[in-house]
């Protein structure tokens, strides 16, 4: 089965600066995707960036970059230029290649606060 | 273009009631799934539609939830007769065979008193 893994319950970050969020995962597939969610406190799930296994080159979106190490099965996002707005809940996850229907394995979330 | 749309947004209701949460899923998308938070146990996938058809409902804690998809645009999830462990948000995702992401509603927050 597989597993997703965020070791960091709490991070913080002062505006501005940038933050590193950690995610690892277990699998023995070879294709699959992986996914930063975030959650503000509305509750809504938005998503924020996403990788393909088979993509070397990490995923960016504005302020929002990963490092993807698939020999290490680690899945870290980069917030730069952090902002108030930034601060939620952040969920890794992962889910296999090719069927559409295949289940988002969830981490446990990483909460940010971001300090103005 | 709506999201994914859920209602209601909060519930309230006593041990013993029926609860019915709705679903309206982004027009198009051909998989519908629902989602379970809790602090004990995270996100945790309940049950997937496929072509409204139900595919994988491994997920469904008990035989008190049920879901249904009687039509491409709309699903529910019942639970009856609702239990205070059942308390939790519930979300709704969609998404497209080949765009892979799936797309959350803004979830039913569900008390069970």
């Known amino acids: 089965a597989q597993t997703v893994t965020q070791s960091q319950p709490e991070m913080s970050v002062q505006e501005a600066e940038t933050v590193t969020l950690s995610c690892t995962y277990d699998?023995?597939?070879?294709?699959?995707?992986l996914f930063w969610y975030k959650q503000p406190p509305s509750r809504q799930m938005i998503l924020v960036i996403r990788?393909?296994?088979?993509?070397?080159q990490n995923a960016t979106e504005n302020r929002f970059s990963v490092n993807f190490q698939k020999a290490a099965k680690s899945f870290s996002l980069k917030i730069s230029d952090s902002q108030l707005g930034d601060a939620a809940m952040y969920f890794c996850?992962?889910?296999?290649?090719?069927?559409?229907?295949?289940?988002?394995?969830f981490g446990g979330g990483t909460r940010l606060m971001v300090k103005p | 273009d709506a999201g994914v749309i859920q209602s209601p947004r909060h519930e309230v209701t006593e041990m013993g009631q029926e609860v019915t949460l709705r679903c309206k899923p982004i027009?198009?998308?051909?998989?519908l799934f629902w989602y379970r938070q809790t602090m004990m146990r995270g996100l945790e996938l309940l049950i997937y539609?496929?072509?409204?058809?139900?595919?994988?409902d491994s997920g469904m804690p008990e035989d008190r939830f049920s879901a249904k998809m009687p039509n491409a645009s709309f699903s529910t999830l019942k639970i009856q007769p609702s239990e205070p462990r059942d308390s939790a948000v519930y979300f709704c995702?969609?998404?497209?065979?080949?765009?892979?992401?799936?797309?959350f509603g803004p979830g039913t927050r569900l008390l069970v008193l």
């Open positions: 995702a969609s998404s497209l065979a080949g765009v892979e992401t799936q797309y």
């Open positions: 699998t023995s597939e070879s294709d699959y995707y």
């Open positions: 990788q393909e296994a088979y993509k070397q």
């Open positions: 996850a992962y889910r296999v290649w090719g069927n559409a229907g295949n289940m988002l394995t």
């Open positions: 027009s198009g998308h051909d998989y």
């Open positions: 539609f496929n072509n409204n058809v139900p595919i994988d």
